[in-house]
């Protein structure tokens, strides 16, 4: 016979139940793009642990149903795709690059339904296709809603158990997001790549704009500005509009000189959100102005722009913000939703918020005031020479935790594993201008060696952390690139940024390894605890496999997730450029089908050590996620694209 | 006329760090716009592959034309003087292709067009 609980025990046990999800169905999903809603990455609990992960094995692959569209249509070749699922009891919910929406038995990968909304018919989305990296869930009793941005610029609402779109949400179950904005905004230059955030019964869409520097279309000075509209859950009206850059007589429209807060654009949020539903905030990471190398026209700090803004998500009043650069010059939008956590610092608790940034950065500030947890500097860096260029004096510098990337150029950081690779290193590094972190953009040689590069440092993978120790695993990698200005003759701007992926002598990066890592750091003490490299890498080349190394970090981004015990991590792979779209607004490339490295590593989460690896049938191009089904817990990799089939592989880890 | 070797190498052996920000470069390629002329050597040199093909990986290849560049490999209906002004003189319209005029010589910019020739069927 049960032995009844004792009411009194009740509450306490309920509250146990809660924060460790005592055997609920909850316990087992990854019910949020980032794993929840901190953006931690991160899912408690199961049996994974060292000597499960020496004996994974794929246990279903799923293809993506566009792969039939780019097939029949070769004008509508995707990006690499990015699209990792949520799972839901069981259930998968997965987005592919075209944003067509699957549900997928997480047990067997069988598809249940699948929902298209066309988002290809007008053609390819800006900057790099067609990505959709995920989904949203939300659920109130029996009400259950899948939400997913399109490449086109619509936000749609579909019932979780049907694929049918919500009928009374929005326009039919949809709300245009190029509408309701203070000027036109060409669809073409605009997509959701990220999904939405739910924060209490707002939804806040992130957007992407073309970065008009970069791809096909000529700038334009009034760009798609970088506003963010937020709309009711349950019918799809629009609930505040926050605009950026701030209007007159707003907060921040001071720090935007001559006017220039009418016309300038971008700025935009197209990383996810996070949010606190307790505070009732909602932490907005924001990119840079256009454009992107070049603020002659946009003279002063230029907030929001590459800001973390905290906001009411109620109301979409500004509880606070703070900049991460000012009058930003090179590309470092914040890349990726900021990982909230609950610290202990100097035996006082702070409920803090940690952004990890493109330039090798973790600012972290108390959450509910914007305050920093540890002091920040401002410090004078180097200032623009180019003609009508007024470069920030300073930029902000935190004390703690230490950068976990290379930062800045010294010859002294070059590729040196062999006398000859540096003497090639030094020639490669003469043809361009460097200096430390924030070297500004330049008009001769090959331009600025921009370290970190345009992509970072941290990216878009972002970072995990685990709640019980408040360790931060933030992957990163050493890409440098060149931006050189060039004058505009015509157009809008005087002149505008050309880029390029700078690589080191014999096909090996420029600077010594390890060419990508991830720092484990204990956020209660900002201290770093361990760092790896990401991956093997190029150890077996010519010019180094008489040296024997043994990892030295594949030289690209890696996706993370976490559990417990160990850390999943796979390198991405590669793809090149073939070309532009036909609508002239987005870069067309090629995957490699024979990827060097597409493994699955396992690490100890608490030393980093590796404990076991497994290889894919196609290298990862978007991040990871983990969920339990039927008792056996999986670790699921996006693979192909841009050529190759996307697809799911679903691995099991336990 | 191309820095020889060993005078790059002093220099840059001479140099304060500093001063390496103003490290000795080769001489211009033509202005943009200029007619590229003819190949200087044949493009077929075994020696010019290589040299182009190493030039090519440390500043073509990462994160743009790949290290296995698919716009090239098997690539027919390419002109060499089109290949050599598009690299001279960047991409064409809002493409963030850089110009490499102002960094490489006339051999330098001929070298990686012979690489790119190696790899398609022009």
């Known amino acids: 016979m049960k032995t009844p609980m004792r009411p009194a025990l009740r509450p306490v046990v309920s509250a146990l139940c809660i924060a460790l999800f005592c055997g609920s169905a909850a316990a087992n999903n990854w019910a949020e793009y980032n794993g929840d809603k901190a953006g931690s990455r991160y899912l408690a609990g199961g049996k994974v642990n060292a000597q499960s992960v020496k004996s994974m094995k794929v246990a279903w692959r799923w293809s993506m149903p566009d792969n039939k569209v780019w097939q029949d249509n070769a004008e509508l070749r995707t990006w690499v795709n990015q699209s990792t699922p ?3 009891d069981g259930v998968l919910y997965s987005s592919s690059p075209m944003a067509m929406v699957s549900a997928i038995d997480g047990s067997t990968g069988k598809t249940l339904w699948t929902y298209d909304p066309k988002a290809y018919v007008e053609g390819t989305p800006p900057n790099l296709g067609f990505i959709s990296r995920g989904l949203s869930y939300w659920a109130d009793g029996k009400d259950k809603r899948i939400l997913v941005g399109t490449g086109d610029g619509y936000l749609i609402a579909l019932n979780a158990k049907t694929g049918k779109p919500i009928e009374n949400w929005g326009d ?23 999904p939405p955030i739910v924060c209490g019964n707002t939804v806040v869409p992130s957007l992407a704009v073309l970065d008009s520097f970069a791809v096909g279309r000529s700038p334009m000075k009034s760009h798609p500005p970088g506003d963010i509209q937020a709309f009711d859950i349950r019918t799809g009206k629009r609930v505040w509009h926050f605009e950026q850059p701030p209007q007159e007589g707003q907060p921040g429209n001071e720090t935007w000189e001559d006017g220039s807060w009418k016309t300038t654009g971008s700025a935009n949020m197209w990383a996810r959100p996070s949010c606190d539903e307790e505070l009732g905030l909602v932490y907005l990471p924001f ?41 930003g010059l090179w590309d470092y ?322 | 006329m191309k820095t020889p070797t060993f005078i790059f190498f002093a220099l840059m052996g001479c140099m304060a760090s500093a001063m390496a920000f103003n490290a000795v470069l080769p001489d211009k390629a033509a202005e943009p716009g200029a007619s590229a002329g003819p190949a200087p050597f044949d493009l077929r040199d075994p020696a010019r592959i290589k040299a182009g093909m190493a030039r090519f990986q440390s500043t073509c290849a990462d994160y743009c034309h790949g290290h296995k560049p698919a716009l090239f490999i098997d690539r027919d ?36 067009v012979a690489y790119i020739r190696s790899l398609g069927k022009w």
Do not use: C
């Open chain 1, 86 to 88: 949520l799972a839901i």
């Open chain 1, 333 to 654: 939008d914040l890349p990726t939703a900021p990982n909230l956590m609950d610290l202990t610092v100097n035996g006082k608790k702070v409920k803090a918020l940690a952004q990890v940034t493109k330039q090798g950065f973790v600012f972290t500030f108390d959450r509910s005031t914007g305050q920093p947890v540890w002091p920040i500097t401002e410090k004078p860096v180097p200032q623009s020479t180019v003609p009508g260029e007024r470069s920030s004096l300073t930029q902000p510098f935190p004390s703690l935790p230490a950068p976990f990337v290379q930062q800045g150029v010294t010859e002294d950081d070059l590729i040196d594993l062999t006398p000859q690779l540096k003497e090639e290193a030094k020639k490669i590094l003469s043809r361009y201008n460097y200096g430390p972190l924030y070297y500004p953009p330049t008009l001769d040689k090959a331009g600025t060696l921009q370290v970190p590069g345009v992509l970072g440092g941290a990216s878009w993978a972002g970072a995990a952390h685990n709640p019980k120790t408040n360790v931060l695993y933030v992957p990163s990698f050493t890409i440098p690139f060149g931006i050189k200005l060039k004058k505009e003759n015509e157009g809008v701007y005087d002149y505008t940024g050309t880029w390029a992926g700078v690589g080191g002598p014999q096909g090996l990066p420029l600077f010594k390894p390890p060419f990508s890592t991830v720092t484990a750091i204990d956020m209660n003490t900002g201290k770093h605890l361990w760092r790896i490299p990401a991956g093997k890498g190029p150890v077996d080349h010519p010019a180094l496999k008489d040296l024997k190394l043994d990892r030295v970090g594949v030289p690209r981004e890696s996706f993370i997730a976490l559990t417990d015990e160990v850390l999943f991590l796979a390198p991405e792979g590669t793809n090149s450029v073939i070309g532009l779209s036909s609508r002239g607004n987005a870069l067309i490339t090629q995957a490699t089908a024979e990827e060097k490295e597409p493994f699955l590593y396992a690490h100890d989460a608490r030393t980093g050590n590796l404990l076991g690896e497994i290889r894919l049938p196609g290298a990862a191009f978007g991040a990871l996620m983990t969920y339990r089904a039927n008792g056996r817990q999986y670790v699921v990799v996006p693979i192909g694209g841009a050529g190759l089939p996307a697809e799911l592989v679903a691995v099991q880890v336990d």
């Open chain 1, 287 to 327: 990119s840079t102005p256009t454009n992107d190398f070049y603020g002659g026209h946009r003279k002063g700090n230029g907030l929001f722009g590459e800001s973390v803004v905290a906001l009411n998500a109620k109301t979409g009043k500004i509880a606070w913000y703070q900049q991460i650069v000012h009058h």
């Open chain 1, 172 to 194: 039919k179950g949809r709300i245009d997001l190029t509408k309701g904005l203070r000027r036109f905004v060409d669809r073409s230059l605009v997509s959701l790549t990220s």
């Open chain 2, 77 to 112: 209906g390419l002109e060499a003087e089109y290949v050599f002004n598009t690299i001279r003189d960047g991409g064409k319209g809002a493409t963030p292709m850089p110009p490499w005029g102002e960094v490489f010589s006339q051999d330098e910019i001929w070298e990686l």
